[in-house]
């Protein structure tokens, strides 16, 4: 297989959850009743994106799998989903860099997760500057792979676009609530 002369990286942020409460893990928040509803329509402005990801990875807490099990199955991917530690909080760029290692025959990834891990991580990727990640947005992040560079290192990124849910849902075909 030829080296990788770049990486495409879709970051998605988990949809609305539940509040954190005593009586619960922040691992067990799930999505709730609206965040469900959001991420079925994003998902569906992902499928009129075109977007075929290589593989989907998620954070293990339950509101990021649910997130990426809605996206994975209207995209038809639910064979490419898997669930990885590193994006369970606390991910940095060195975090990605061993995962996107760890999937060497891929080149776009679709990565499911968390604030401010994804805000940070597209940020130090294009080199600097404020990025705000909404929940149920997308960035899409294009980054070269230089021969002699250290892979996905800070400023190796392009950002394409960042969306917002109220973009995403707008693509999808259903008008955004005032």
């Known amino acids: 297989?030829?080296?990788?002369?770049?990486?495409?990286l879709y970051l998605l942020?988990?949809?609305?959850?539940?509040?954190?409460t005593t009586t619960r893990s922040d691992a067990e928040r799930a999505l709730t009743p609206a965040g469900?509803?959001?991420?079925?329509?994003?998902?569906?402005?992902?499928?009129?994106?075109?977007?075929?990801?290589d593989v989907i990875l998620t954070?293990?807490?339950?509101?990021a799998v649910q997130t990426a099990?809605?996206?994975?199955?209207?995209?038809q991917a639910t064979d490419r989903l898997h669930q990885v530690e590193a994006l369970g909080g606390g991910c940095r760029l060195s975090d990605l860099r061993r995962l996107v290692a760890q999937w060497e025959?891929?080149?776009s990834f679709l990565l499911v997760g968390h604030e401010p891990?994804?805000?940070?991580?597209?940020?130090?990727l294009i080199g600097g500057g404020a990025v705000d990640m909404k929940k149920a947005g997308l960035a899409y992040v294009k980054a070269?792979?230089?021969?002699?560079?250290?892979?996905?290192?800070?400023?190796?990124?392009?950002?394409?676009?960042?969306l917002t849910p109220r973009v995403l849902l707008d693509a999808a075909g259903r008008a955004p609530e005032a």
């Open 13 to 20: 942020r988990h949809g609305d959850a539940e509040p954190f």
């Open 105 to 107: 025959d891929c080149s």
């Open 59 to 63: 954070s293990p807490l339950r509101r």
């Open 69 to 75: 099990e809605i996206v994975a199955t209207a995209l």
């Open 36 to 53: 469900i509803a959001e991420l079925e329509q994003v998902a569906q402005a992902l499928v009129r994106l075109g977007l075929h990801p």
């Open 117 to 124: 891990d994804f805000s940070t991580m597209v940020g130090e």
């Open 144 to 162: 070269a792979a230089t021969p002699g560079a250290e892979p996905l290192g800070p400023g190796t990124g392009v950002l394409i676009w960042l």
């Open 1 to 8: 297989m030829p080296a990788r002369t770049g990486f495409r």
